[in-house]
């Protein structure tokens, strides 16, 4: 079986655009939300970690005469980025280094293009209504790279961006695709962030996963594009790095409530231990994990319990890595920010510091080092996990030299 190589990378988030952006923020460790700059946004705790203004993409309005919103302008932000960054475009355009027929698109969202909706309830009508608020997100992508293999959107909630890149590996692996540009995207939403709200699962703070006094979790609009590919393809055209390989991935579903994780967590150790048996390693070759770690008082306790399950005495000592307390919950974007943490983590060999926990939360058992620290053992563990008990597991790996 071919391996699957991570060879360009493109994200958008509170930390501003880039890679680069990306990485000096994860060294930073500091970050705060703010609130919404949305004047209908009449809740409780309106705060989100929002994309800074200078960041923004430009508004292209439109693309082949279908309307736009924020999630798609985000995902093809990202996928110029990414496509760059693989050496697959010289100057950021539509065109590929590679055959159209062998190009593939995944993109996971949770509320796609629903902004369009929202502000069409205010008044604001949208020129028309022919769009479909999520797969217009996976569609806008696969147009601007010509991608004549699959075009697929993934949405099922917060894992729906975890399962895209897992996807997109099955793609290369069937021999569906040599090329597969993976990925999420999610925008502000009012309606979700006025659900969570109403559910009362608004941290009134800042998201804070794993800390005894956590609250709920905070929204953070964000993307994140990575390019996955053949190692067959890659040797023959050379890009100049492959961050990571792609190297096992597990699926599962608790099957137990529409919003609440099993409390025993059996079925996201299963996803954990499928994905590290797929790739080949032991459960000890883990350098790291990138939790779901969302900042709810249940979810977070569960992912301890079942990480100390799969990890054993190494529990104490395997570190973990906390994006969303660094960015927020980015919702159907969070699998694939994660996994492109885990590329960075993976390519650098290096896990970057943690944002301080005030109280860690006894209860829940886990290491969130505050300094930049070596990754040992070249894997990482990433977790991404729904409403609806959908659970995927990925594991990361240096490329051989």
């Given at each position: 079986m071919d391996d699957v190589l991570i060879t360009g990378l493109g994200v958008l988030s509170c930390l501003g655009r880039g890679v680069d952006a990306f990485r000096d923020g994860m060294a930073r460790a500091t970050s705060a939300p703010r609130p919404t700059t949305d004047p209908a946004a009449r809740m409780a705790v309106p705060l989100m970690y929002s994309v800074p203004a200078d960041d923004l993409p430009p508004d292209p309005g439109t693309l082949d005469g279908q309307q736009l919103g924020a999630g798609s302008r985000y995902a093809l932000d990202v996928t110029r980025q990414a496509?760059?960054?693989a050496g697959l475009t010289g100057d950021g355009s539509a065109t590929l280094d590679a055959d159209p027929r062998r190009v593939a698109v995944v993109i996971g969202t949770g509320m796609g293009d629903?902004?369009?909706?929202?502000?069409?309830?205010?008044g604001a009508r949208p020129r028309h209504d022919a769009w479909s608020p999520t797969f217009s997100v996976a569609a806008a992508v696969g147009r601007l790279v010509g991608a004549e293999g699959p075009n697929t959107s993934v949405s099922n909630a917060c894992a729906a961006s975890g399962f895209a890149v897992s996807l997109a590996a099955?793609?290369?692996r069937s021999g569906e695709a040599d090329v597969v540009v993976a990925g999420?995207?999610?925008?502000?939403?009012r309606v979700a962030l006025g659900c969570f709200n109403r559910l009362g699962a608004v941290d009134p703070l800042r998201c804070r996963p794993f800390d005894a006094d956590r609250a709920g979790t905070v929204f953070g609009e964000g993307a994140?594009?990575?390019v996955l590919e053949s190692?067959?393809?890659?040797r023959r055209r050379s890009p100049r790095r492959a961050y990571a390989r792609l190297a096992g991935a597990g699926w599962s579903c608790d099957a137990h409530h529409t919003t609440a994780i099993e409390p025993e967590g059996t079925q996201i150790t299963r996803a954990m231990r499928r994905a590290v048996a797929e790739a080949g390693i032991e459960v000890g070759d883990l350098g790291c994990v990138v939790p779901h770690g969302t900042g709810t008082l249940i979810n977070d306790t569960v992912e301890s319990r079942a990480l100390a399950g799969l990890l054993g005495p190494l529990a104490e000592e395997r570190p973990l890595y906390s994006l969303k307390s660094l960015i927020g919950h980015t919702g159907g974007a969070?699998?694939?920010?994660?996994a492109l943490s885990a590329a960075l983590i993976v390519h650098h060999r290096e896990v970057p510091p943690n944002v301080a926990r005030e109280h860690p939360d006894p209860e829940c058992g886990v290491l969130l080092p505050e300094r930049t620290g070596p990754l040992e053992g070249g894997s990482v563990l990433v977790n991404a996990y729904a409403f609806g008990g959908n659970n995927v597991s990925l594991v990361l790996q240096e490329v051989a030299a």
């Open positions: 496509l760059a960054d629903a902004g369009l909706h929202e502000e069409w309830r205010l099955d793609l290369i999420g995207a999610e925008a502000y939403s994140a594009a990575l190692a067959a393809h890659a969070a699998g694939a920010l994660a």
